[in-house]
């Protein structure tokens, strides 16, 4: 009985850590296509790409710890889409090599909300 609750919470602790490393690698995705799909949106390399990803998920758990609310373009109307794109802005001033600008993580916002909505996951910006 002992020996399957410990195998039991082995894998429930693997399980977990494959569903972050799977989340971050949809996130990393999204970011990515959104990028190349938005003008005035640019990310140099494989590194920036996986640095923004990493910084966009610490922005949106704060702020949702904060506030309650999500960075999500489509899941919490205006207020999320708005978030959203000052999340995308504001992620240039902690990663070298993401740029972009206003009017582009404006674009970016909605992109990343429909590239995310037919991306399988749950996926939070």
């Given at each position: ?5 410990v ?26 296509i959104?990028a ?22 610490a ?5 949702t ?9 489509f899941?919490?109307?205006?207020v ?7 999340v995308?802005?504001?992620t240039q ?11 582009a ?15 399988p ?5």
């Amino acid at each position: 009985m002992a020996d399957n609750q410990v195998n039991t919470q082995e894998n429930s602790g693997l399980n977990t850590v494959w569903q972050i490393v799977g989340r971050f690698i949809t996130a990393a995705i999204v970011l990515g296509i959104t990028a190349f799909f938005t003008p005035g949106f640019t990310i140099n390399s494989i590194w920036a790409l996986a640095l923004a990803t990493i910084v966009l998920t610490a922005i949106d758990f704060l702020i949702t710890k904060f506030t309650g609310l999500h960075a999500s373009a489509f899941g919490k109307g205006f207020v999320g889409f708005v978030l959203a794109a000052v999340v995308l802005y504001v992620t240039q001033y902690f990663v070298a090599g993401y740029s972009i600008s206003w009017i582009a993580a404006i674009i970016g916002a909605l992109v990343y909300g429909v590239v995310d909505y037919f991306l399988p996951g749950d996926q939070t910006l």
